[in-house]
């Protein structure tokens, strides 16, 4: 800065001798004209080579110094460079959870499960550009004889085309509900996922294609965009998966994923007082992808939610709702098969926590009240073929988070089920997340 | 303790490439101590005594002996201090401003960079503000004083957590005679 005042003022002097010099060119003989031209070229040049010595200076600094700060951002003057954490351009996380589950009635069932391992990365390319990808494995070990799967949960890359107006292209989550951008075992109460965000809302749900994410100086996040979507040809009405969750068994995360049909999403989330989050999404796109015979059916996923964090407390209520449009015809084809596919599906809970700190410790014992129901609605096929509507599934979920620090959390709860009570059951698990 | 005091142009301080800087360490100070005549460098180094201090009363490590304060005044009279600093977010580094007054309350907070992709909301005043006025007596905690943003937990917390070290260090440092 001082360099280029010191050039500016340089060159300010060259043009004021030059205006200086000039009159007196007048009154010069021809060999001192002459010499003064001679002289004012060289000056002229050298100023000439200054700018350009400058301007290479210059270039030269702003290309250094971008991913010098990249990597150390906190190189100012009087950044406390030396007491900053450590930052690089490539971050490795992990997130994951073990869980028992114990039905109380029902002994024999209990089981468990490394639920899911992820490892994943960030790394950014240059300051508006970064990847994000995440690799999980579910159920510990994955082979044709065992029941693991392994997983690309995300692969994106973002870029940011203004401080608060990004896109991303990829394999991303879907903006919906309180868990699926927000999964780790760290962010929610309970050993579980919810019901509401497992069997209506498919979490970790993930489709490919592009989004823009703003974010509105007031607090306001919006996101919107195009993606893959379901597949409702992937219907299987011999299973009974498409009863535990409809969308979780037609969802295609972009395996070979059918995408004649794309589908559009837009979630808005308000976060501009402290302490409170009220949002709503909605995704809607074709599911049949053209297939021939089949009758065009869309699916439709909306949700309204909102979270306030008083003090210690902690409350959350959701609601999401679900539909598939013409599935008379489809299910027409699938009578007499277990499960027919729902013209409409919702949940809603509500939940409370309270957040004690012990020192490093924390512990948040917690309720959570919801229903769910996977087949609330069923397109009429006439008399004696038309499913009956299911009823709503309550269940009551209580019990508590023991943090051991930020990142490793110990779970313990009970759950009562309403409609299956053969399903209560005790809960421990342990999670982290780095 | 060791001090050194370097005058500092302000204009002297470089423009940071970061496309996610908000506001630049040079307009940060002015913006939080529109009044001051003068800025300078106080560069502080924690005896062991001190660290410990600093990590009692934060409740968190002091992380380092040498820490970076600039002092507002007008005047030659002290006004207050800006300490610059960096937390890791979730994955990434959240370069932020804290001004404490003499009396050793916070009298502001700015964030200069935020990179991640979530919970830019640390941005807001209306989160920012609830530092305001408080004291290394706190309890300057997320959950209990500090509202949290949902989705953006862990930089809320680390933040509030640095924010909670600095006073602690300027504090500890103002007891010691290091700042005026």
């Known amino acids: 800065m001082r360099h280029h005042r010191s050039g500016l003022n340089t060159l300010g002097q060259m043009f004021v001798a030059t205006a200086l010099a000039l009159p007196l060119v007048v009154h010069a003989d021809e060999a001192e004209l002459t010499r003064r031209v001679e002289k004012l070229s060289n000056e002229l040049e050298a100023v000439k080579a200054e700018l350009a010595k400058m301007k290479k200076e210059h270039e030269q600094g702003a290309v250094q110094g971008a991913p010098q700060q990249a990597t150390k951002p906190a190189e100012t003057p009087y950044t406390n460079t030396e007491a900053a954490p450590g930052s690089s351009d490539t971050v490795l996380t992990s997130y994951g959870e073990i869980n028992y589950n114990r039905p109380r009635k029902a002994t024999e069932n209990t089981v468990a499960d490394l639920r899911r391992a992820v490892i994943g990365l960030q790394h950014r390319f240059d300051p508006q550009t970064k990847f994000a990808f995440e690799l999980e494995s579910e159920h510990a070990v994955t082979s044709a004889e065992d029941p693991g799967e392994v997983e690309i949960e995300q692969a994106f890359v973002e870029h940011r085309l203004a401080p608060s107006f990004a896109v991303r292209g990829g394999l991303f989550l879907i903006p919906t509900g309180l868990l699926n951008e927000s999964h780790e075992p760290t962010a929610y109460y309970g050993v579980e996922r919810n019901f509401v965000e497992t069997a209506i809302i498919p979490t970790t749900w993930r489709e490919g294609g592009f989004q823009v994410v703003g974010e509105l100086g007031s607090g306001l996040t919006l996101q919107g965009g195009i993606t893959t979507g379901f597949n409702l040809n992937k219907w299987d009405a011999t299973s009974t998966e498409g009863q535990e969750s409809p969308l979780g068994s037609i969802h295609q995360e972009l395996a070979l994923a059918s995408a004649r049909d794309l589908s559009v999403f837009a979630a808005a989330n308000y976060r501009g007082v402290p302490g409170l989050l009220v949002g709503s999404s909605v995704f809607t796109g074709g599911a049949t992808h053209g297939a021939q015979g089949v009758t065009k059916s869309r699916v439709t996923l909306w949700d309204l939610h909102a979270r306030w964090t008083p003090g210690a407390w902690d409350f959350a209520a959701l609601y999401a709702r679900g539909t598939i449009s013409n599935t008379a015809a489809f299910n027409t084809t699938l009578v007499g098969n277990p499960t027919l596919v729902p013209a409409v599906f919702d949940g809603s809970y509500v939940q409370a926590a309270y957040r004690l700190r012990f020192g490093n410790y924390g512990v948040a014992p917690f309720a959570r009240l919801e229903y769910f129901n996977t087949g609330k609605k069923y397109d009429a096929i006439g008399a004696g073929l038309t499913p009956a509507p299911l009823p709503n599934e309550r269940v009551i979920t209580t019990g508590l988070n023991f943090d051991i620090n930020q990142h490793v959390v110990v779970k313990a709860d009970m759950q009562w089920f309403r409609q299956v009570s053969a399903n209560n059951r005790f809960n421990l698990g342990l999670g982290w997340s780095f | ?180």
């Open chain 2, 1 to 180: 303790m060791r001090i050194e005091v370097l005058p500092i142009v302000l204009g002297a301080l470089p423009a940071s490439v970061w496309a996610v800087d908000y506001v630049s360490a040079s307009e940060a100070e002015a913006l939080m101590f529109p009044q001051a005549d003068e800025f300078a460098t106080v560069n502080l180094r924690l005896d062991n005594a001190q660290l410990q201090e600093v990590g009692k009363r934060a409740g968190l490590p002091a992380r380092s002996a040498q820490w970076g304060v600039r002092v507002a005044r007008r005047a030659s009279s002290p006004l207050g201090y800006v300490v610059v600093d960096n937390v890791i977010g979730k994955f990434e580094l959240i370069t932020y401003a804290v001004a404490v007054g003499t009396d050793g309350a916070i009298r502001q907070i700015e964030i200069l960079s935020y990179r991640e992709s979530h919970g830019g909301e640390v941005r807001l005043p209306a989160w920012r503000k609830q530092f305001v006025g408080k004291t290394v007596a706190g309890p300057l905690r997320v959950g209990d004083d500090i509202a949290n943003i949902s989705g953006a937990t862990l930089s809320c917390t680390h933040v509030t957590d640095g924010v909670r070290r600095i006073v602690a260090v300027l504090q500890v440092a103002h007891e010691a005679g290091a700042l005026p």
